[in-house]
Protein backbone atom coordinates (compact mmCIF):
# COMPACT_ATOMS: atom_id res chain seq x y z
CA UNK A 1 0.00 0.00 0.00
CA UNK A 2 1.10 3.04 -0.49
CA UNK A 3 0.32 6.85 1.25
CA UNK A 4 -0.13 9.66 -0.79
CA UNK A 5 0.73 13.77 0.77
CA UNK A 6 -0.26 16.11 -1.73
CA UNK A 7 -0.35 19.90 -1.21
CA UNK A 8 -2.16 21.61 -3.42
CA UNK A 9 -3.36 25.19 -4.20
CA UNK A 10 -6.74 25.19 -1.71
CA UNK A 11 -8.41 26.53 -5.09
CA UNK A 12 -8.24 23.09 -6.47
CA UNK A 13 -9.50 20.99 -3.90
CA UNK A 14 -12.79 20.18 -5.59
CA UNK A 15 -11.14 19.58 -8.96
CA UNK A 16 -8.98 16.84 -7.23
CA UNK A 17 -11.45 15.29 -5.61
CA UNK A 18 -13.52 14.44 -8.65
CA UNK A 19 -10.50 13.17 -10.29
CA UNK A 20 -10.04 10.67 -7.72
CA UNK A 21 -13.28 9.78 -7.45
CA UNK A 22 -13.55 8.86 -10.95
CA UNK A 23 -10.37 6.90 -10.15
CA UNK A 24 -12.11 5.03 -7.60
CA UNK A 25 -10.52 6.67 -5.03
CA UNK A 26 -12.98 7.00 -2.48
CA UNK A 27 -11.57 8.30 0.69
CA UNK A 28 -9.26 10.95 1.41
CA UNK A 29 -8.37 13.42 4.62
CA UNK A 30 -7.89 17.42 3.58
CA UNK A 31 -5.98 19.84 6.07
CA UNK A 32 -6.00 23.45 6.01
CA UNK A 33 -1.93 24.22 6.04
CA UNK A 34 0.36 26.91 5.34
CA UNK A 35 3.50 26.36 3.35
CA UNK A 36 5.61 27.40 0.20
CA UNK A 37 8.71 25.92 -1.66
CA UNK A 38 9.41 27.97 -4.52
CA UNK A 39 6.51 30.69 -4.72
CA UNK A 40 7.04 34.13 -2.86
CA UNK A 41 4.96 35.58 -0.13
CA UNK A 42 3.19 39.17 -0.18
CA UNK A 43 3.26 41.96 2.01
CA UNK A 44 0.82 43.39 4.75
CA UNK A 45 0.83 46.76 6.02
CA UNK A 46 -0.94 47.63 8.94
CA UNK A 47 -1.07 51.29 10.10
CA UNK A 48 2.92 51.19 8.95
CA UNK A 49 3.71 47.81 10.62
CA UNK A 50 5.13 45.87 7.35
CA UNK A 51 4.77 42.27 8.09
CA UNK A 52 6.12 39.87 5.20
CA UNK A 53 3.99 36.91 4.97
CA UNK A 54 5.91 33.67 3.49
CA UNK A 55 3.62 30.78 4.06
CA UNK A 56 1.01 30.76 2.19
CA UNK A 57 -2.38 29.08 2.47
CA UNK A 58 -2.64 25.36 0.94
CA UNK A 59 -4.46 22.20 1.64
CA UNK A 60 -2.80 19.04 1.94
CA UNK A 61 -4.90 15.73 0.94
CA UNK A 62 -3.73 12.12 2.37
CA UNK A 63 -4.87 9.17 0.65
CA UNK A 64 -3.90 5.87 1.31
CA UNK A 65 -3.66 3.37 -1.76
CA UNK A 66 -3.42 -0.08 -3.51
CA UNK A 67 0.12 0.17 -5.16
CA UNK A 68 -1.57 -0.52 -8.40
CA UNK A 69 -3.83 2.68 -8.05
CA UNK A 70 -0.50 4.98 -7.47
CA UNK A 71 0.65 6.19 -11.21
CA UNK A 72 -2.76 6.87 -12.11
CA UNK A 73 -3.75 8.69 -8.88
CA UNK A 74 -0.66 11.19 -9.39
CA UNK A 75 -0.99 11.88 -13.16
CA UNK A 76 -4.82 12.49 -11.73
CA UNK A 77 -3.57 14.59 -9.04
CA UNK A 78 -1.07 16.71 -11.44
CA UNK A 79 -3.96 17.08 -14.24
CA UNK A 80 -6.81 18.40 -11.66
CA UNK A 81 -4.18 20.15 -9.17
CA UNK A 82 -1.99 21.82 -11.96
CA UNK A 83 -2.32 24.98 -13.05
CA UNK A 84 0.96 26.35 -14.98
CA UNK A 85 2.10 28.59 -12.21
CA UNK A 86 5.02 28.20 -9.44
CA UNK A 87 2.93 27.12 -6.66
CA UNK A 88 1.00 24.31 -7.88
CA UNK A 89 2.12 22.30 -5.01
CA UNK A 90 4.20 18.63 -4.60
CA UNK A 91 3.05 15.32 -3.88
CA UNK A 92 5.09 12.96 -2.21
CA UNK A 93 4.76 9.27 -1.81
CA UNK A 94 5.35 7.10 1.53
CA UNK A 95 5.46 3.29 2.04
CA UNK A 96 2.67 2.43 4.51
CA UNK A 97 2.45 -0.44 6.37
CA UNK A 98 -0.71 -1.15 7.66
CA UNK A 99 -4.49 0.19 7.38
CA UNK A 100 -7.50 -0.40 9.37
CA UNK A 101 -11.16 0.30 8.99
CA UNK A 102 -12.05 1.18 12.76
CA UNK A 103 -15.80 0.11 12.47
CA UNK A 104 -15.20 -3.25 11.29
CA UNK A 105 -11.49 -4.62 11.71
CA UNK A 106 -10.61 -5.14 8.80
CA UNK A 107 -7.10 -4.44 7.52
CA UNK A 108 -4.65 -4.52 4.98
CA UNK A 109 -5.99 -3.83 1.22
CA UNK A 110 -9.68 -4.23 2.29
CA UNK A 111 -9.75 -1.62 4.31
CA UNK A 112 -8.97 1.10 1.67
CA UNK B 1 2.21 39.41 45.56
CA UNK B 2 0.00 36.59 44.61
CA UNK B 3 -3.16 37.27 43.07
CA UNK B 4 -5.02 36.44 46.26
CA UNK B 5 -3.47 38.45 48.68
CA UNK B 6 -3.86 41.38 45.82
CA UNK B 7 -7.94 40.41 46.08
CA UNK B 8 -7.92 40.20 49.63
CA UNK B 9 -5.77 43.86 50.29
CA UNK B 10 -8.21 45.25 47.31
CA UNK B 11 -11.35 44.81 49.08
CA UNK B 12 -9.98 45.43 52.22
CA UNK B 13 -9.04 48.91 50.83
CA UNK B 14 -12.56 49.21 49.50
CA UNK B 15 -14.14 48.45 52.40
CA UNK B 16 -12.20 51.45 54.02
CA UNK B 17 -12.84 53.61 51.80
CA UNK B 18 -16.32 53.28 51.44
CA UNK B 19 -16.79 52.62 55.10
CA UNK B 20 -15.01 56.38 55.39
CA UNK B 21 -16.58 57.63 52.19
CA UNK B 22 -19.96 56.97 53.82
CA UNK B 23 -18.98 58.64 56.88
CA UNK B 24 -18.40 61.24 55.41
CA UNK B 25 -21.56 61.55 53.24
CA UNK B 26 -23.53 61.69 55.93
CA UNK B 27 -22.30 64.61 57.51
CA UNK B 28 -22.04 66.30 54.22
CA UNK B 29 -25.98 65.36 53.23
CA UNK B 30 -26.83 67.69 56.14
CA UNK B 31 -25.03 70.47 54.50
CA UNK B 32 -27.06 69.92 51.73
CA UNK B 33 -30.09 69.40 52.74
CA UNK B 34 -29.81 73.15 53.60
CA UNK B 35 -28.43 74.24 50.42
CA UNK B 36 -30.93 72.69 48.37
CA UNK B 37 -33.58 74.13 50.95
CA UNK B 38 -32.71 77.65 49.86
CA UNK B 39 -32.39 76.83 46.30
CA UNK B 40 -36.58 75.18 46.09
CA UNK B 41 -37.27 78.90 46.22
CA UNK B 42 -35.88 79.07 42.50
CA UNK B 43 -37.35 75.80 41.64
CA UNK B 44 -35.85 74.69 38.50
CA UNK B 45 -38.01 72.07 36.18
CA UNK B 46 -37.04 69.15 33.83
CA UNK B 47 -37.70 69.81 30.10
CA UNK B 48 -38.48 66.35 28.89
CA UNK B 49 -37.13 66.75 25.15
CA UNK B 50 -33.83 67.68 26.73
CA UNK B 51 -34.38 65.02 29.25
CA UNK B 52 -35.44 61.87 26.98
CA UNK B 53 -32.30 63.11 24.32
CA UNK B 54 -30.05 63.16 27.31
CA UNK B 55 -30.98 59.68 28.12
CA UNK B 56 -30.47 58.19 24.89
CA UNK B 57 -27.18 60.08 24.58
CA UNK B 58 -26.17 58.32 27.86
CA UNK B 59 -27.45 54.47 26.16
CA UNK B 60 -25.19 55.80 23.09
CA UNK B 61 -22.09 56.81 24.67
CA UNK B 62 -22.36 53.79 26.63
CA UNK B 63 -22.44 51.26 23.89
CA UNK B 64 -19.59 53.35 22.50
CA UNK B 65 -17.34 51.31 25.07
CA UNK B 66 -19.39 47.95 25.45
CA UNK B 67 -19.23 46.53 23.01
CA UNK B 68 -17.77 49.43 20.04
CA UNK B 69 -14.12 49.67 21.96
CA UNK B 70 -14.25 46.31 23.00
CA UNK B 71 -14.66 45.39 19.65
CA UNK B 72 -12.66 47.64 17.63
CA UNK B 73 -9.89 47.19 19.70
CA UNK B 74 -10.50 43.38 20.14
CA UNK B 75 -9.95 42.63 16.58
CA UNK B 76 -7.08 44.35 15.94
CA UNK B 77 -5.06 42.55 18.04
CA UNK B 78 -3.75 39.00 17.93
CA UNK B 79 -5.91 36.32 18.33
CA UNK B 80 -4.37 34.83 21.70
CA UNK B 81 -5.12 38.20 23.48
CA UNK B 82 -8.77 39.12 22.71
CA UNK B 83 -10.75 38.01 25.15
CA UNK B 84 -7.98 40.05 27.26
CA UNK B 85 -8.70 43.19 25.37
CA UNK B 86 -12.16 42.90 25.30
CA UNK B 87 -12.20 42.07 29.04
CA UNK B 88 -10.36 45.38 29.98
CA UNK B 89 -13.43 47.41 28.22
CA UNK B 90 -15.79 45.48 30.45
CA UNK B 91 -14.54 45.66 33.47
CA UNK B 92 -12.96 48.81 33.39
CA UNK B 93 -16.95 50.28 32.44
CA UNK B 94 -17.99 48.30 35.72
CA UNK B 95 -14.90 49.11 38.30
CA UNK B 96 -15.33 52.89 36.91
CA UNK B 97 -19.11 52.87 37.57
CA UNK B 98 -18.91 52.37 40.80
CA UNK B 99 -16.12 54.67 41.28
CA UNK B 100 -18.04 57.99 39.60
CA UNK B 101 -21.14 56.46 42.07
CA UNK B 102 -18.99 56.67 44.91
CA UNK B 103 -16.27 59.44 44.20
CA UNK B 104 -15.88 60.19 40.96
CA UNK B 105 -19.28 62.69 40.20
CA UNK B 106 -18.46 64.17 43.49
CA UNK B 107 -14.43 65.38 42.85
CA UNK B 108 -15.80 66.42 39.38
CA UNK B 109 -18.67 68.16 40.06
CA UNK B 110 -19.52 69.32 43.29
CA UNK B 111 -17.87 72.20 45.03
CA UNK B 112 -14.68 72.59 46.11
CA UNK B 113 -15.17 75.23 48.23
CA UNK B 114 -12.12 77.00 48.75
CA UNK B 115 -10.12 74.26 46.51
CA UNK B 116 -12.82 74.58 43.88
CA UNK B 117 -10.31 75.62 40.82
CA UNK B 118 -8.44 72.35 41.14
CA UNK B 119 -11.03 69.75 42.55
CA UNK B 120 -14.79 69.45 43.78
CA UNK B 121 -15.66 68.43 47.03
CA UNK B 122 -16.93 65.58 48.61
CA UNK B 123 -20.53 66.53 49.22
CA UNK B 124 -21.94 64.64 46.55
CA UNK B 125 -20.11 61.04 47.58
CA UNK B 126 -22.10 58.20 47.33
CA UNK B 127 -24.11 60.44 45.80
CA UNK B 128 -25.18 61.94 48.87
CA UNK B 129 -28.40 64.71 48.55
CA UNK B 130 -29.05 63.85 44.90
CA UNK B 131 -32.42 62.63 44.80
CA UNK B 132 -34.87 61.40 41.87
CA UNK B 133 -36.47 64.85 41.53
CA UNK B 134 -32.77 67.15 41.90
CA UNK B 135 -32.70 68.99 38.73
CA UNK B 136 -29.45 70.16 36.79
CA UNK B 137 -29.80 72.46 34.24
CA UNK B 138 -33.43 71.21 32.66
CA UNK B 139 -32.64 67.58 33.11
CA UNK B 140 -32.49 65.20 36.24
CA UNK B 141 -29.39 65.48 38.11
CA UNK B 142 -29.01 61.46 37.88
CA UNK B 143 -29.44 61.81 34.23
CA UNK B 144 -26.26 64.21 34.10
CA UNK B 145 -24.38 62.32 36.35
CA UNK B 146 -24.83 59.08 34.12
CA UNK B 147 -24.34 60.87 30.92
CA UNK B 148 -20.66 62.06 32.58
CA UNK B 149 -20.47 58.76 34.17
CA UNK B 150 -19.87 57.02 30.26
CA UNK B 151 -17.37 59.74 29.43
CA UNK B 152 -15.48 58.49 32.76
CA UNK B 153 -15.90 54.94 31.22
CA UNK B 154 -14.71 55.35 28.22
CA UNK B 155 -11.64 57.29 28.91
CA UNK B 156 -9.76 54.98 30.75
CA UNK B 157 -10.87 52.30 28.70
CA UNK B 158 -9.06 54.61 25.46
CA UNK B 159 -6.07 54.57 27.04
CA UNK B 160 -5.80 50.08 27.81
CA UNK B 161 -5.05 50.71 23.76
CA UNK B 162 -1.75 51.87 24.47
CA UNK B 163 -0.99 49.00 26.47
CA UNK B 164 -2.51 46.16 24.85
CA UNK B 165 -1.23 42.57 24.89
CA UNK B 166 1.09 43.40 27.88
CA UNK B 167 -0.79 44.58 31.00
CA UNK B 168 -1.93 42.48 33.61
CA UNK B 169 -5.09 42.52 34.97
CA UNK B 170 -4.57 43.24 38.47
CA UNK B 171 -2.26 46.09 37.56
CA UNK B 172 -4.58 47.79 35.11
CA UNK B 173 -7.64 47.75 37.23
CA UNK B 174 -5.66 49.25 40.06
CA UNK B 175 -3.95 52.22 37.58
CA UNK B 176 -7.47 52.77 35.66
CA UNK B 177 -9.15 53.05 39.62
CA UNK B 178 -6.92 54.98 41.14
CA UNK B 179 -6.55 57.26 37.94
CA UNK B 180 -9.88 58.29 37.30
CA UNK B 181 -10.33 59.44 40.96
CA UNK B 182 -6.52 61.45 40.62
CA UNK B 183 -6.80 62.11 36.67
CA UNK B 184 -9.71 62.10 35.57
CA UNK B 185 -12.12 63.91 37.95
CA UNK B 186 -10.04 66.50 38.49
CA UNK B 187 -9.14 67.40 35.06
CA UNK B 188 -13.64 67.03 34.46
CA UNK B 189 -13.76 69.54 36.75
CA UNK B 190 -11.07 71.93 35.63
CA UNK B 191 -12.98 72.22 32.49
CA UNK B 192 -16.30 71.30 33.04
CA UNK B 193 -17.35 71.02 36.72
CA UNK B 194 -16.46 74.77 37.42
CA UNK B 195 -12.47 74.64 37.95
CA UNK B 196 -9.75 77.16 37.16
CA UNK B 197 -9.68 76.07 33.27
CA UNK B 198 -13.49 76.95 32.50
CA UNK B 199 -12.65 80.08 35.32
CA UNK B 200 -10.35 81.07 32.71
CA UNK B 201 -8.00 81.37 35.15
CA UNK B 202 -4.43 83.11 33.55
CA UNK B 203 -6.27 83.32 30.61
CA UNK B 204 -7.99 86.76 31.06
CA UNK B 205 -11.65 85.10 31.94
CA UNK B 206 -11.90 83.03 28.22
CA UNK B 207 -12.50 79.50 29.26
CA UNK B 208 -10.70 77.16 27.47
CA UNK B 209 -13.30 75.59 25.39
CA UNK B 210 -14.28 72.04 25.29
CA UNK B 211 -17.47 70.77 24.07
CA UNK B 212 -16.91 67.57 24.63
CA UNK B 213 -13.59 66.02 25.43
CA UNK B 214 -11.27 66.90 23.47
CA UNK B 215 -8.77 67.68 26.36
CA UNK B 216 -10.76 65.84 29.20
CA UNK B 217 -11.11 62.59 27.32
CA UNK B 218 -8.93 62.25 23.99
CA UNK B 219 -5.57 64.11 24.94
CA UNK B 220 -5.75 62.64 28.56
CA UNK B 221 -6.29 59.28 27.70
CA UNK B 222 -3.86 59.92 24.65
CA UNK B 223 -1.16 60.87 27.21
CA UNK B 224 -1.33 58.34 29.33
CA UNK B 225 -1.79 55.82 26.98
CA UNK B 226 1.57 57.22 26.03
CA UNK B 227 3.54 57.59 29.37
CA UNK B 228 1.86 53.98 29.92
CA UNK B 229 3.58 52.49 26.51
CA UNK B 230 6.85 53.66 27.34
CA UNK B 231 6.91 52.74 31.34
CA UNK B 232 5.79 49.49 30.39
CA UNK B 233 7.82 49.16 27.33
CA UNK B 234 7.13 46.82 24.03
CA UNK B 235 5.56 43.91 23.45
CA UNK B 236 7.67 40.68 23.10
CA UNK B 237 9.47 40.25 19.74
CA UNK B 238 7.89 43.66 18.74
CA UNK B 239 9.25 44.79 15.33
CA UNK B 240 10.12 41.31 14.41
CA UNK B 241 7.19 38.95 15.02
CA UNK B 242 3.97 39.25 13.33
CA UNK B 243 1.48 41.18 15.13
CA UNK B 244 -1.19 41.84 12.08
CA UNK B 245 -4.97 42.15 13.43
CA UNK B 246 -6.50 38.92 13.54
CA UNK B 247 -10.15 40.16 12.45
CA UNK B 248 -10.63 43.35 10.93
CA UNK B 249 -14.62 42.62 10.75
CA UNK B 250 -15.05 43.50 14.15
CA UNK B 251 -13.36 46.27 14.26
CA UNK B 252 -14.76 47.88 11.48
CA UNK B 253 -17.99 46.61 13.49
CA UNK B 254 -16.52 48.67 16.76
CA UNK B 255 -15.81 51.48 14.44
CA UNK B 256 -20.01 51.70 13.56
CA UNK B 257 -20.56 51.71 16.98
CA UNK B 258 -17.81 54.54 18.35
CA UNK B 259 -18.94 56.78 15.01
CA UNK B 260 -22.92 56.58 15.90
CA UNK B 261 -22.59 55.98 19.37
CA UNK B 262 -20.68 59.98 19.04
CA UNK B 263 -23.70 60.99 18.02
CA UNK B 264 -24.19 60.91 22.40
CA UNK B 265 -21.02 61.80 22.91
CA UNK B 266 -21.02 64.80 20.53
CA UNK B 267 -25.08 66.62 20.53
CA UNK B 268 -25.11 65.21 23.84
CA UNK B 269 -22.57 67.38 25.39
CA UNK B 270 -25.04 70.28 24.49
CA UNK B 271 -27.30 68.81 27.46
CA UNK B 272 -30.12 69.97 25.66
CA UNK B 273 -32.38 68.65 22.52
CA UNK B 274 -31.43 72.61 20.65
CA UNK B 275 -30.30 73.88 17.37
CA UNK B 276 -26.75 73.12 18.59
CA UNK B 277 -27.48 69.69 19.59
CA UNK B 278 -28.07 69.49 15.75
CA UNK B 279 -25.18 71.29 14.73
CA UNK B 280 -22.99 68.90 16.77
CA UNK B 281 -24.33 66.16 15.46
CA UNK B 282 -23.35 67.68 11.66
CA UNK B 283 -19.59 68.69 12.56
CA UNK B 284 -19.58 65.45 14.23
CA UNK B 285 -20.09 63.59 11.20
CA UNK B 286 -18.36 65.79 8.27
CA UNK B 287 -15.12 65.58 10.12
CA UNK B 288 -15.53 61.96 10.85
CA UNK B 289 -15.99 61.49 6.89
CA UNK B 290 -13.10 64.25 6.10
CA UNK B 291 -10.72 62.52 8.35
CA UNK B 292 -11.61 58.76 6.94
CA UNK B 293 -10.91 59.98 3.21
CA UNK B 294 -7.90 61.83 4.00
CA UNK B 295 -6.58 59.16 5.76
CA UNK B 296 -7.70 56.86 3.21
CA UNK B 297 -6.46 58.90 0.65
CA UNK B 298 -2.62 59.97 2.19
CA UNK B 299 -2.22 56.16 2.93
CA UNK B 300 -3.12 54.99 -0.78
CA UNK B 301 -0.46 57.38 -1.90
CA UNK B 302 1.99 56.35 0.20
CA UNK B 303 1.47 52.54 0.18
CA UNK B 304 -0.49 52.41 -3.21
CA UNK B 305 -3.21 50.55 -1.22
CA UNK B 306 -5.91 51.80 0.50
CA UNK B 307 -7.08 49.65 3.49
CA UNK B 308 -9.90 49.20 5.75
CA UNK B 309 -7.71 49.64 9.04
CA UNK B 310 -6.79 53.03 7.55
CA UNK B 311 -10.05 54.07 6.86
CA UNK B 312 -11.92 53.10 10.27
CA UNK B 313 -9.17 54.73 12.18
CA UNK B 314 -9.02 57.87 10.12
CA UNK B 315 -12.94 58.30 10.89
CA UNK B 316 -11.97 57.80 14.50
CA UNK B 317 -9.54 60.51 14.32
CA UNK B 318 -11.62 62.65 12.52
CA UNK B 319 -14.04 61.85 15.55
CA UNK B 320 -11.71 62.70 18.19
CA UNK B 321 -10.01 65.88 16.83
CA UNK B 322 -14.36 67.04 16.33
CA UNK B 323 -14.77 66.38 20.23
CA UNK B 324 -13.87 69.58 21.74
CA UNK B 325 -14.86 72.06 18.36
CA UNK B 326 -18.23 70.23 18.07
CA UNK B 327 -20.32 72.63 19.47
CA UNK B 328 -18.39 75.44 18.75
CA UNK B 329 -17.19 75.61 15.30
CA UNK B 330 -19.45 75.66 11.79
CA UNK B 331 -19.53 72.46 9.55
CA UNK B 332 -16.74 73.82 7.00
CA UNK B 333 -14.84 74.13 10.04
CA UNK B 334 -15.38 71.12 11.03
CA UNK B 335 -14.63 69.90 7.31
CA UNK B 336 -10.96 71.13 8.07
CA UNK B 337 -10.72 69.46 11.32
CA UNK B 338 -11.34 66.18 9.85
CA UNK B 339 -8.90 66.83 6.57
CA UNK B 340 -6.22 67.59 9.03
CA UNK B 341 -6.99 65.26 11.74
CA UNK B 342 -6.78 62.67 8.95
CA UNK B 343 -3.65 63.35 7.38
CA UNK B 344 -1.87 64.33 10.35
CA UNK B 345 -2.98 61.42 12.84
CA UNK B 346 -1.98 58.77 9.73
CA UNK B 347 1.24 60.24 9.61
CA UNK B 348 1.87 60.27 13.52
CA UNK B 349 0.48 56.68 13.43
CA UNK B 350 2.48 54.88 10.38
CA UNK B 351 5.60 56.90 10.37
CA UNK B 352 5.96 58.97 13.75
CA UNK B 353 5.16 55.92 16.11
CA UNK B 354 7.93 53.78 13.90
CA UNK B 355 10.24 56.46 14.06
CA UNK B 356 10.56 57.35 17.33
CA UNK B 357 10.49 53.76 17.88
CA UNK B 358 7.85 52.91 20.74
CA UNK B 359 5.17 50.44 21.15
CA UNK B 360 1.72 52.53 21.26
CA UNK B 361 0.11 48.91 20.20
CA UNK B 362 -3.68 50.17 19.05
CA UNK B 363 -2.52 54.49 18.37
CA UNK B 364 -3.86 55.34 21.72
CA UNK B 365 -1.44 58.48 21.13
CA UNK B 366 -1.10 58.84 17.42
CA UNK B 367 -5.22 59.13 17.04
CA UNK B 368 -6.71 60.23 20.97
CA UNK B 369 -3.70 62.41 21.49
CA UNK B 370 -2.66 63.86 18.78
CA UNK B 371 -6.31 64.13 17.00
CA UNK B 372 -7.76 65.81 20.36
CA UNK B 373 -4.45 68.07 20.09
CA UNK B 374 -5.46 69.11 16.54
CA UNK B 375 -9.15 69.73 17.61
CA UNK B 376 -8.51 71.10 20.68
CA UNK B 377 -5.98 73.67 19.17
CA UNK B 378 -8.26 74.70 15.86
CA UNK B 379 -11.52 75.03 18.06
CA UNK B 380 -9.54 78.10 19.29
CA UNK B 381 -8.97 79.33 15.67
CA UNK B 382 -12.40 77.92 13.91
CA UNK B 383 -14.63 79.10 17.04
CA UNK B 384 -18.10 80.45 15.18
CA UNK B 385 -19.93 82.38 17.03
CA UNK B 386 -22.54 82.65 15.10
CA UNK B 387 -23.17 78.85 15.99
CA UNK B 388 -22.47 79.19 19.57
CA UNK B 389 -21.69 82.60 21.38
CA UNK B 390 -19.70 81.15 24.36
CA UNK B 391 -17.34 80.84 21.67
CA UNK B 392 -16.47 84.60 21.14
CA UNK B 393 -13.06 85.44 22.33
CA UNK B 394 -11.62 81.75 21.52
CA UNK B 395 -7.64 81.79 21.11
CA UNK B 396 -5.40 79.36 20.24
CA UNK B 397 -3.18 80.57 22.92
CA UNK B 398 -6.34 80.06 25.67
CA UNK B 399 -6.45 76.71 23.69
CA UNK B 400 -2.95 75.79 24.55
CA UNK B 401 -2.83 76.86 27.37
CA UNK B 402 -5.49 74.72 28.51
CA UNK B 403 -3.25 71.46 26.28
CA UNK B 404 -0.51 71.82 27.96
CA UNK B 405 -2.10 71.65 31.32
CA UNK B 406 -4.02 68.61 30.51
CA UNK B 407 -0.66 67.07 29.48
CA UNK B 408 1.75 68.11 32.56
CA UNK B 409 -0.72 66.39 35.11
CA UNK B 410 -1.98 63.55 33.30
CA UNK B 411 2.07 62.61 32.38
CA UNK B 412 3.07 62.85 35.75
CA UNK B 413 0.07 61.32 37.73
CA UNK B 414 0.19 58.50 34.51
CA UNK B 415 3.75 57.97 35.42
CA UNK B 416 3.81 58.05 39.01
CA UNK B 417 0.76 55.98 39.60
CA UNK B 418 2.42 53.45 37.20
CA UNK B 419 5.58 53.44 39.37
CA UNK B 420 3.66 52.73 42.13
CA UNK B 421 2.13 50.00 41.06
CA UNK B 422 5.35 49.00 39.17
CA UNK B 423 6.75 48.88 42.56
CA UNK B 424 4.09 47.06 44.41
CA UNK B 425 3.28 44.43 42.36
CA UNK B 426 4.45 44.86 38.76
CA UNK B 427 3.06 45.73 35.36
CA UNK B 428 3.37 43.09 32.61
CA UNK B 429 3.02 39.18 32.42
CA UNK B 430 5.73 37.07 32.69
CA UNK B 431 7.50 36.69 29.70
CA UNK B 432 5.76 33.26 29.44
CA UNK B 433 2.86 34.26 30.23
CA UNK B 434 2.98 37.07 27.06
CA UNK B 435 4.15 34.49 24.64
CA UNK B 436 1.11 32.22 25.52
CA UNK B 437 -1.44 35.01 24.97
CA UNK B 438 -3.17 36.84 28.12
CA UNK B 439 -6.44 34.95 27.37
CA UNK B 440 -5.18 31.80 28.82
CA UNK B 441 -2.41 32.89 31.26
CA UNK B 442 -4.20 35.79 32.85
CA UNK B 443 -8.22 34.37 32.10
CA UNK B 444 -8.15 30.95 31.34
CA UNK B 445 -9.96 31.06 28.64
CA UNK B 446 -9.15 31.31 24.77
CA UNK B 447 -11.30 32.28 21.38
CA UNK B 448 -11.60 29.19 19.18
CA UNK B 449 -8.71 27.41 17.19
Same mark, same amino acid.
Not at chain 2, 263 to 291: K, P, R, Y
Not at chain 2, 423 to 447: F, M, N, T, W, Y
Given at each position: ?112 | ??? *? ?21 ? +? ?11 ? +? ?44 ? /?????? /? ?71 ? +? *? ?10 ? $? ?39 ? /? ?14 ? *? ?22 ? &? ?9 ? !? ?27 ? !? &? ?23 ? =? ?22 ? =? ?25 ? =?? $? ?48 ? *?????? +? !? ?8 ? !?????
Amino acid at each position: MKFVIAVIKPSRLEHVREALNALNVLGMTATEVKGYGRQKGHSEIYRGAEYEVHFLPKIKLEIALDDGQLDATINAIREAAGTGKIGDGKIFVLDLEQAVRIRTGESGTTAL | MTI *RKTGVFGAAFLLAVLHATAAFAQ +EAAAAVGEVIEVA +EEVVPSIDTGNTAWMLTATALVLLMTIPGLALFYGGMVRKKNVLAT /IMQSFA /ITCLMTIIWFVVGYSIAFSDGGGFNAFMGGFSAVMHAGIGADSVQGSIPTYVFSMFQMTFAIITPALIAGAFA +E *RMKFSAMLWFMG $LWSIIVYAPIAHWVWGGGFLAQGVMTGGMPVLDFAGGTVVH /INAGVAGLVAALVLGP *RKGFGAVNMAPHNLTWSVTGAGLL &WVGWFGFNAGS !ELAADGLAGAAMMNTQVAAAAAALAWMFA !E &WIVTKRPSVLGIITGAVAGLVAVTP =ASGFVNPAGALIIGIVAGVVCYYG =AAHLKRMLGYDDSLDAFGVHGIGGLIG =AL $LTGVLADAAINPLGEGASIVTQAYGVIVTIVWTAVASFVILMVIKALIGL *RPSEAE +E !EQGLDLSLHG !ERVGD
